[in-house]
């Protein structure tokens, strides 16, 4: 990809705002923006709750839309916690598919950084894995989507610095931030990453240091997002999973081809195995364990 300089502010870029609590069914959206009531998040009792915001592609002139439904969302009771994101979409219009090299080179460099700027939270760092070298190099063998599939529970392909979006939506995703519906906090992360990106597409060299990063790039050195801990039983569940997961790998292959097991959940019946197969559908079964081994009780349909 050829250099090319875009003034950052005139990229289009849109943002995932993910929260829990509130009435998201009941929220008036400004035209185009879409309350994606499918997209739950867990709240502090375990419970799935709260929705996923975000807007169509707009520009930074256009970022007092933000804070008008962050002030509607809040109104009815919604808020940020450990288990939420914020996701940044960045356009990449001006450069086009010719960017992905340098973008998974740019990955390879800074995500640490950005990582590191963005104080990730523990609980968020599953749902933001890094691209590899391995990637990099499988993507310039042999360019496409594939390549930047990254296995690994719980979200697969969704890299921290995600360029499988290019594929779907024409943008690329960065995940690192911690939810948030606080404005400033919301738009000054918006900010990062648009610059970010309008530096890699100029073919700038930056610093591998977060702070030094900022800098260069004349974005906010701080404001952003702070992380929350999880809660004991969230953590305690995870582990769970991690020594389960092995376990239930071949039973999950088994029933779906190529599957990977994304989450497991506790059920009175036996245990919940959401598992996604190569496509990205996932099927939830239901499993027991018997004293002949585990027993696949059925295919769950929510």
Same mark, same amino acid.
């Given at each position: 990809?050829?250099?090319?300089?875009?003034?950052?502010?005139?990229?289009?870029?849109?943002?995932?705002?993910?929260?829990?609590?509130?009435?998201?069914?009941?929220?008036?959206?400004?035209?185009?923006?879409?309350?994606?009531?499918?997209?739950?998040?867990?709240?502090?009792?375990?419970?799935?709750?709260?929705?996923?915001?975000?807007?169509?592609?707009?520009?930074?002139?256009?970022?007092?839309?933000?804070?008008?439904?962050?002030?509607?969302?809040?109104?009815?009771?919604?808020?940020?916690?450990?288990?939420?994101?914020?996701?940044?979409?960045?356009?990449?219009?001006?450069?086009?598919?010719?960017?992905?090299?340098?973008?998974?080179?740019?990955?390879?460099?800074?995500?640490? +950084?950005?990582?590191?700027?963005?104080?990730?939270?523990?609980?968020?760092?599953?749902?933001?894995?890094?691209?590899?070298?391995?990637?990099?190099?499988?993507?310039?063998?042999?360019?496409?989507? &594939? +390549?930047?599939?990254?296995?690994?529970?719980?979200?697969?392909?969704?890299?921290?610095?995600?360029?499988? &979006?290019?594929?779907?939506?024409?943008?690329?995703?960065?995940?690192?931030?911690?939810?948030?519906?606080?404005?400033?906090?919301?738009?000054?992360?918006?900010?990062?990453?648009?610059?970010?990106?309008?530096?890699?597409?100029?073919?700038?060299?930056?610093?591998?240091?977060?702070?030094?990063?900022?800098?260069?790039?004349?974005?906010?050195?701080?404001?952003?997002?702070?992380?929350?801990?999880?809660?004991?039983?969230?953590?305690?569940?995870?582990?769970?999973?991690?020594?389960?997961?092995?376990?239930?790998?071949?039973?999950?292959?088994?029933?779906?081809?190529?599957?990977?097991?994304?989450?497991?959940?506790?059920?009175?019946?036996?245990?919940?195995? &959401?598992?996604?197969?190569?496509?990205?559908?996932?099927?939830?079964?239901?499993?027991?364990?018997?004293?002949?081994?585990?027993?696949?009780?059925?295919?769950?349909?929510?």
């Amino acid at each position: 990809m050829m250099p090319l300089w875009k003034d950052w502010k005139e990229l289009r870029f849109g943002v995932e705002i993910e929260f829990v609590g509130g009435s998201p069914e009941r929220v008036e959206l400004l035209p185009g923006w879409i309350m994606s009531l499918d997209e739950r998040q867990i709240d502090d009792t375990g419970a799935e709750s709260g929705s996923e915001l975000k807007p169509p592609p707009i520009r930074w002139a256009d970022r007092e839309q933000i804070r008008e439904m962050l002030k509607r969302l809040q109104a009815t009771g919604a808020r940020a916690n450990w288990n939420c994101g914020l996701h940044v979409h960045v356009g990449l219009e001006p450069w086009g598919q010719d960017a992905l090299p340098r973008l998974l080179e740019a990955a390879l460099l800074y995500q640490d +950084a950005l990582k590191n700027l963005l104080h990730t939270g523990d609980a968020r760092l599953p749902f933001c894995p890094p691209v590899t070298r391995e990637m990099y190099d499988q993507f310039m063998s042999d360019p496409g989507e &594939a +390549a930047l599939h990254r296995k690994g529970r719980p979200q697969s392909h969704r890299c921290g610095i995600n360029l499988a &979006a290019w594929y779907d939506i024409g943008t690329v995703e960065i995940r690192y931030a911690n939810g948030s519906l606080d404005y400033d906090e919301v738009i000054n992360t918006v900010e990062l990453c648009l610059r970010f990106v309008a530096a890699i597409g100029a073919g700038r060299r930056l610093s591998s240091d977060p702070r030094r990063l900022a800098i260069e790039l004349g974005a906010p050195v701080g404001g952003y997002p702070p992380p929350t801990p999880a809660p004991q039983w969230y953590r305690e569940r995870i582990w769970l999973e991690d020594a389960l997961v092995p376990i239930l790998a071949p039973l999950a292959r088994s029933l779906v081809p190529d599957g990977e097991i994304l989450y497991v959940l506790p059920r009175p019946e036996g245990l919940l195995v &959401a598992i996604e197969d190569g496509e990205g559908q996932l099927f939830k079964h239901l499993l027991r364990m018997t004293s002949a081994g585990w027993e696949a009780l059925g295919l769950l349909q929510e």
